[in-house]
């Protein structure tokens, strides 16, 4: 009586196991490129006990820190997103210490409620504002760099979001309300945010050999340690049966960091280590640029 469900569970496993290897396999980035004698900044989400903000380090790689990471080419430069004046004492820190910046890769984010120390939805401001200040602080060095590159991970989760601006404007937020699924439409909206943000940064910066692009990376990820027990208990099971390891995921990222001659696709979003579509709203992209640019001015 045992053969039958010890069958169906075999025969179960094995055709997840082929599910995977087939639809969640993902492209792999085939870029030789090599950061040898380049600047480049990652966002590394840290959990600090003692603070529950989220943070994250810049990866300059040109200072000793083998103690933490075997990379004598890494220092790690504390960088608190859901603070405007954290982000400006950052950048201001990088460029004094840094003569060049080849590549910035803006990965941080989180499924978060509460508000910044700015008075932002939590969501918005790490997700979209505090990596939209971090970027203009920086642009000059960047061009002086150029050729370089601003990498942005969206979500494929920004299809699902709009922009409220009269929302944003009046309260800060991309919606209101902070149940579990205001949390996740909150999530879809900033996801959005980063896509129109990287649309206007290559329209702008045309001509200057800085380029830029979006992306989804597809692995599963802790976004979402924070959020509410159902939150969790929805997600662990997708994102462990559906979503692809955090290597795997991470291989459109290095495709947009390192992949040579895709420079003229600057302002597009890819997936899978390929380019999908444009954004179509131009007139959105450039309305939540002018807002940022307000919202993150210094009092």
């Given amino acids: 009586m045992l053969m039958g469900p010890l069958l169906l569970g075999l025969l179960s496993a094995g055709a997840y196991f082929l599910f995977h290897a087939t639809f969640l396999k993902l492209p792999r980035c085939k870029s030789t490129a090599k950061l040898h004698g380049k600047t480049a900044i990652k966002m590394v989400t840290i959990d600090l006990t003692i603070d529950p903000e989220v943070r994250a380090c810049s990866l300059p790689f040109s200072s000793p820190c083998d103690q933490v990471t075997g990379n004598s080419q890494v220092v790690f430069m504390q960088l608190d997103l ?3 004046k954290s982000v400006r ?3 201001e820190d990088f460029l004094r210490s840094e003569s060049r910046l080849d590549l910035l890769i803006n990965n941080a984010g989180l499924v978060n409620g509460g508000k910044t120390e700015d008075g932002f939805g939590m969501i918005f401001g790490v997700n979209h504002l505090g990596h939209f200040l971090l970027t203009v602080l920086l642009l000059d060095r960047l061009k002086a760099s150029a050729p370089s590159r601003v990498v942005t991970v969206a979500s494929e989760a920004h299809e699902l979001g709009k922009v409220d601006f ?11 309300g902070g149940s579990e699924y205001q949390l996740f439409r909150k999530y879809c909206h900033s996801k959005l945010c980063n896509v129109l943000f990287t649309y206007e940064l290559a329209e702008r910066l045309r001509g200057s050999g800085v380029t830029c692009y979006s992306l989804h990376p597809g692995q599963e990820t ?6 509410g027990f159902w939150w969790r208990l929805i997600l662990t099971p997708v994102t462990f049966l559906f979503f692809a390891d955090a290597e795997s995921g991470a291989q459109t990222t290095l495709h947009c960091a390192l992949e040579p001659g895709i420079e003229h696709l600057s302002g597009h979003y890819f997936s899978q280590c390929a380019p999908l579509a444009r954004p179509r709203d131009a007139a959105a992209a450039r309305k939540l640029w002018e807002l940022s640019e307000r919202l ?4």
Avoid: M
Avoid at 222 to 227: G, L
Avoid at 296 to 299: N, Q, Y
């Fill in 82 to 84: 859901a603070s405007l």
């Fill in 89 to 91: 004492s950052f950048a």
């Fill in 166 to 176: 009269d929302c944003l404007t009046n309260y800060r937020q991309l919606v209101l």
């Fill in 222 to 227: 802790d976004i979402s340690r924070r959020a």
């Fill in 296 to 299: 993150s001015a210094e009092p």
